[in-house]
Structure formats: C-alpha cells, structure tokens
C-alpha cells in the first residue's frame, strides 16, 4: 500500500523537482525604493507627490544666411517641493559640440573603431566635427530687475547661484540670452541642425535644445544634472512656453504649441485652406501646395517675419523653419481639445514627395488614434511631422523623420515601413515621455521601450502583413550576447542601446500581454499607470507596481528576468517519459506484459535462430511429454493478491474503480537553459492527427528555476512535444524546444546580399526601348 498511494497521488498532481527558493522569484521590495507620501507602494503618485515648474518668454531669431539662432529667455521657476534651493540646475546641451565637450574626449562608440570599414563619409564627418564649434555662448544672465547673477558653466550643465534661498512655495525670474552657431546635421550627426540643398541653394532647419532648459529636481534623486554624452536623452520640468521667432519672411514654421498670429504669417489663401483642413479626417489638405513651394525655393526673402507659437504643460520646444516646406493638414477622427479637433500636419520638401503626400500626415492620425485607445486621449491640439536631416526624433506636438523616395521618384517597399514607422514611433513619444515624464537621462527604456511596444500595436492595426524595421532574430542573438547590461542600467552606459531599450522592453512587454496577464488584464493595467502618470514623473517602480496593483498577478519575477537580468530564454524539452496505469489486475496484466515482450524488436540472431529447426519438430511425440506453460495464464495465488488489494483500498476509502483509468500518463521533463524564468507554452501533437496547446505558467519554476517536469493525462497517444511552437517567446535555440528532436533549416548564403529590390522603380521606370544595333537608348 505504501507503494501505491505515491503513484495515486500523482494523477492529481505532480511535484517538481524540489530545491529552496531561489533568487528570481524572491520579491522586488528589497530591491525597489520604499514607498513614500509621494509614491505610493500600490505605483499611484501618492497625497504628497509634487514637481516644480518653469514657464519660458523666448525671442529667437533664425540667420538663414550666417545659420546662426539667437535669443533670449524670461524663465519664471517655481518651487513647489518641500525644499529651501541654494541654486538652480540649468541644462546646456548644446554645449555637447563644445570643443572641450566630454562627448569629444569620451566618444559613444560602443565597441570602438573598426578601421577596416572607416569610409569617406566617416572621415568628413569626423573632419566637419573637429571644425565645428558649436558651444552655446552665454552673452547674458540677470535677475528680473536686471541684475547679474553670479552662475558657472559646468560642461552641458549651468549652476545658477541664488541669492538667497529659493523657500518651498516660492518663484524665481532670471533672464538669459545666448547664441550658437547651427550644425550641419548630415555631417555632424545629432538631433538638432540643417540640411543643405545643392541643387537649389537652400535649407531645411530642424531646431531642438536650443534654449537653455531647466534641469528636474526631483523626490528621488534631487537635481539630476548628470551631464550629457549624447546617449541619455532628456529629464525636464513640465511649463507653460511663449516663443516668438523670427525667420526669413518666405520661410513656413512648425513648432510646439498653437500658432497664435496666422493673419500675420500666412496669406488669406493658406488661412482658408487650414480652416478646409479642420473638417478633414480622410485625406490631408495642401496648406502650402507643392507648386507654392517649388516657387519659394527660387525667390529669396524681402525681409523678416515674427510666427508666434503658445503651448501650455509641455515640457520642451523644438521647430522647423524652411522656404522649401510644403504643409498638408487634416483633422484626427474623433478628437477634441478645447472644442476644436486635433491637427495632424507634415511639413515636407519635394524631395519627399510621393511618399510623404502619400503617408505622413495619415501615419500621424493613425498612431494618435491607436496610442489613445491605450493610454489616455491626445490631450494637445497639433501633432507636426518634419521631414529633415534627423532620422527620427520626438518633442511635444512635433516630431523629425527623416526617410525620403529615391531620387527618381520611386522607393523601395522598407522605405515606405520605414517612414511609417519611424512616425508612429515618433509621433507616440508625445505620451511616452512627453506626457507621462519619465527620466530619461537615467532609463531610456522607459520611454523607448514603452513606445516601441505601443507602436508595434500600432503598426499591427496599420495593414494585415507588416513588415517590421526591426528583425526578431536578431533580438535574440543579441540576448544572448556575453556583454549585455541589464535594462536597468543607466542610458550612458548602454553597448547596445537599440535592443537594450527598445527591442527587449517591446519583446518582454509583448510576452507579459500574450503569455503571462493576457490581453484584457494588461490592458488594464497598461492604461492605469499612463493615466496615473500624465503630465508627472514615473519611477521603474511606480511601473513595476501599478502593472502589478491594477492586474492583481506578482509579477516580481518578471520584472527581475527581463528588466534587472541578462538571462536569456532557452528552454528545452529534455524528455518526455510515458507511463501507462498498472491495474494490478493479473487477468489484465499478465496477458499485457506478454504482448508487449512479444512486441519487442528482435535482434537479426533471434531471427535467424527463429529459422532453424526445432527438437519438438523432429520428434513431434515430446510435445505432449515436456511441461507446457503460458506465462499470461492468472494463477490461483495472482487472484488472491489482487482481492486483498481491492480490500485494502475500500477500507482506505479508495475507489477502486481508479485502478482501471483508461489514461496515458506522460511526463514532460524542461530544463532552463538560458536561466529566464519564462512560462511555457507547449503544443502536443497526437498519433490520431489531433493537436493540443498548453500554457504552462511561469511559476512552474518557482522552485528550482534550472529543471522542471509536467505530468499530462490524456486518452490519446503522444506523438511529438513542441514548446514555444509560435515562436513568440525569444527563445534563443530553437533545436532543443522539440520532442522528438528534428532537424530545423537554416540558410547559407555563399554571396553579399542585393540591394533591396525596388518593384516600384521597375513598375514605373519602364526598361528603356533598345536601338538598331541592340543596345538601350
């Protein structure tokens, strides 16, 4: 009986390999900040939260021939934390193409440089950039009554001295006014600069920290002025802005913010056509149409003019300024801010036609309307996208992307996702981190990779075959690199930041929806910690916790593997053992055993033995003398020992009726190779054709995170296990994620790859006609 109750227990339930906790299921508060009345330990912003402000009065002017900016700023700071400052933190990062920058001495070069593929246009770049001075002078820095301030320039960051300490509820006005030489954003590479057109002598300019900003002071770390070496993006104070600038008078604008002045900058045409594009939602209306821009980009301008922009809770300013733009706008379905619809608009130049007409400003309204259905509404009336030198970069109510057709007209299918996607990325940082304000000169991911996983929801509702930029597989080498760094790492010290911060927060975030919450459940979750955050600063914690307060699932576990480890998924299917039910019925099992002895394969040498002739066959009189013995005949003493174990189970008060389950008992033995704790999706196929899918949680592992087993019952034979069988968990080997093991195809490419073919090129350009003597014309 002792022997048998173990194997009765295990048709309910089948123990894991045991061991003691292990750290990657240990719980996340010993390593998270303690809750506090400003962050709550549910991730909500708790009575005490609060942030301080900085409203800006800038006056700029854009020297279209010197390509210089300058400008001056009335900056109004308001301290709103529990604290007396001594000083203000100012950030300068403008001065990252200062001559004695640390970006210059330190650069960001990942894994150095690889001289053996140092081209011509490395080489210009390095010689315009060695050149190029591009420091922001500071020609002056008063109070509000004009006086100087005493201040010191600490790199890309400005201390400002009080002069006398800034109490909690208090405001302080300064003025300041700067200049600095623009860059040449082809061959200095950055953000911010312009773009030079041989051909017609013009310039495109993409303007972003340009003024001196506020740096953040916060609850967690106090100021963060960690100095800027091109990588951690930006940590900045949400404010109220008025911008006046002043540009050629031929010139068209985009900034952030509403446009405040149109009777003075725009003709009654352009005005009429705007308010055309106000009852759009299907196809963009030309404000400036192509024709009025090719006219522009021959004339030269007459003078100057002032546009005057207002945007209020934003947290920056950037613009563009051209005689080359062409503007088309149209009103996002389904939006309203302060009565009026959200405008989706793109700036472009001919150059960018026929893809950005086609795709643009529909690429602005589509990630607008999806990125809204899971956070919160669009709350700003304008959404920009600016084609430029910057290939892809983000700023309240406007954006930089940079993908453009060929010359001849036509583009190649990657181009077009590219240009699409790169909008819907760009477009959807006005939530992450425009809106809901994360630091990201400490974690990028916080804002990349929460974006690159909303625009991937985007992008799926854009058309049915997608085509991402980015390659899975490639993700997944990537994972299981040797020299990766945890995404928590700070942003300046990532090797690898595409798929440390977008690519992997995107897979992770993904599997937590698909695998692990599920759709509804993190939906919820997802939209609780974007609306609890909007228009104020989120920790890794407050995310950690809001998705596992509003979802009501620990998922310690998950933030550890994904976010705090460099553990990659790889799990295998080691073995899967098939037990079928001992009856102990001898009447069932003696005839069984013999079958299946009888079964057995049989050695070539039993075969051949099997041919020759036999003593009773030569003297067939022995048969009846030699002792004659069926090994599956049931004996009396069989019998009796099967009664007295039906006996035993009754009094155990075990329904016999057990022993005859008609089930097969199979054992699934998974190993953790790649040490991710990851749930585990199996497919199981049977030999009746049928198949059946399991999801087996991750907390399989919560006892010994390197081995694992599963027990499955079932009618049915088995005939092969797959884990992971869509292929949608990262898993790194995909060779030992079946049973039995196959064979799995892989390419060889004995050649360098083509250029993408262009279908459109050869639709359009048709070959040219050949000539009497053959050749094309």
Request: aromatic share 12%; hydrophobic share 35%; proline share 7%.
């Amino acid at each position: 009986m002792r022997r048998l109750l173990p194997l009765l227990l295990a048709l309910t339930s089948f123990a894991a390999e045991t061991g003691s906790p292990v750290g990657k299921f240990q719980q996340l508060e010993t390593t998270l900040p303690s809750p506090s009345p400003q962050r709550l330990a549910t991730g909500a912003p708790g009575a005490g939260y609060w942030q301080n402000r900085a409203d800006y009065d800038i006056r700029a002017e854009l020297d279209d021939e010197k390509k210089t900016l300058s400008a001056e700023a009335t900056v109004t700071y308001h301290n709103t934390s529990p604290d007396a400052l001594e000083y203000l933190w100012v950030q300068l990062d403008q001065n990252y193409f200062a001559q004695g920058a640390d970006s210059r001495a330190a650069p960001n070069q990942k894994r150095g440089v690889d001289l053996k593929k140092f081209s011509y246009s490395a080489l210009d770049r390095l010689l315009a950039y060695q050149k190029y001075d591009g420091e922001l002078m500071i020609t002056r820095l008063t109070d509000a009554e004009g006086r100087g301030l005493p201040h010191a320039v600490v790199k890309t960051m400005l201390r400002l001295d009080l002069p006398k300490p800034l109490k909690p509820g208090e405001d302080f006005v300064f003025r300041i006014a700067w200049t600095y030489p623009i860059n040449d954003a082809k061959r200095i590479m950055a953000r911010t600069g312009y773009e030079f057109f041989k051909a017609d002598g013009n310039h495109i300019y993409t303007i972003a920290q340009w003024f001196p900003r506020m740096a953040a002071y916060t609850d967690y770390a106090g100021w963060i002025n960690k100095q800027f070496l091109g990588t951690g993006e930006f940590t900045l104070e949400f404010g109220d802005y008025k911008v006046a600038l002043t540009v050629p008078d031929d010139h068209v604008v985009a900034a952030t913010g509403l446009l405040k002045n149109p009777d003075e900058v725009l003709t009654p045409v352009q005005r009429e056509r705007l308010a055309q594009a106000r009852q759009e939602t299907k196809r963009p209306v030309f404000v400036v149409t192509p024709e009025e821009a090719k006219a522009a980009e021959k004339g030269r301008p007459k003078g100057k003019k002032t546009w005057r922009f207002e945007a209020g809770n934003v947290r920056d300013f950037a613009f563009a300024s051209s005689r080359k733009f062409i503007w088309d706008a149209m009103a996002v379905a389904g939006t309203q801010v302060d009565g009026q619809p959200v405008m989706a608009m793109s700036l472009y130049p001919k150059e960018g036609m026929p893809l950005w007409d086609k795709y643009s400003t529909h690429a602005v309204a589509h990630a607008i309307e999806v990125y809204s259905r899971h956070t919160f509404d669009y709350p700003y009336p304008v959404a920009w996208s600016v084609n430029g030198a910057i290939g892809g970069m983000e700023y309240p109510m406007i954006c930089f992307n940079g993908p453009r057709p060929e010359t001849d007209g036509t583009y190649p299918e990657r181009t077009k996702y590219a240009l699409i996607g790169v909008i819907i990325h760009e477009v959807g940082h006005n939530y992450f981190p425009m809106i809901v304000n994360s630091d990201e000169r400490q974690w990028t991911w916080m804002d990349e990779g929460l974006n690159s996983f909303l625009e991937s929801l985007a992008e799926a509702e854009w058309e049915d075959h997608w085509k991402p930029r980015r390659d899975s597989r490639g993700l997944i080498d990537y994972m299981r690199g040797k020299d990766r760094v945890a995404a928590m790492t700070n942003s300046e010290s990532i090797i690898d930041l595409g798929p440390n911060a977008y690519g992997q927060p995107t897979a992770a975030l993904t599997i937590l929806r698909e695998n692990v919450l599920g759709r509804e459940a993190f939906d919820h979750a997802f939209k609780t910690y974007a609306r609890r955050w909007m228009f104020k600063r989120p920790t890794p914690a407050d995310f950690f916790r809001t998705m596992e307060d509003a979802s009501g699932v620990d998922l310690d576990w998950f933030w550890r593997g994904w976010f705090y480890g460099v553990d990659h998924v790889d799990v295998s299917v080691d073995e899967v053992r098939w037990l079928q039910l001992d009856t102990r019925d001898p009447a069932v099992e003696k005839p069984k055993s013999k079958a299946e002895r009888e079964a057995l394969p049989k050695s070539l040498s039993k075969e051949r033995n099997a041919l020759l002739p036999k003593r009773v066959d030569r003297f067939p009189e022995l048969k009846d003398f030699y002792d004659g013995f069926d090994e599956a005949t049931v004996l009396p003493g069989d019998r009796k020992k099967y009664e007295a174990l039906l006996k035993e189970l009754e009094e155990a008060r075990i329904d016999p009726s057990l022993l005859r389950t008609k089930q097969n008992l199979y054992v699934f033995e998974l190993s953790n190779v790649g040490g991710l704790v990851t749930p585990v999706p199996l497919r199981l196929e049977y030999t009746d054709g049928s198949q059946e899918e399991l999801l087996l949680p991750a907390e399989i592992w919560r006892f010994n995170t390197e081995k694992t087993s599963k027990v499955h019952l079932t009618p049915k034979e088995l005939r092969s296990v797959t884990f992971d069988p869509r292929q949608e968990l990262m898993d790194a080997d995909v060779e030992n994620n079946f049973w039995p093991r196959r064979a799995v195809k892989t390419k060889l490419q004995l050649f360098k790859d083509e250029k993408p073919a262009n279908p459109m090129r050869e639709v359009t350009k048709p070959e040219p006609a050949a000539g009497k003597d053959g050749a094309k014309k």
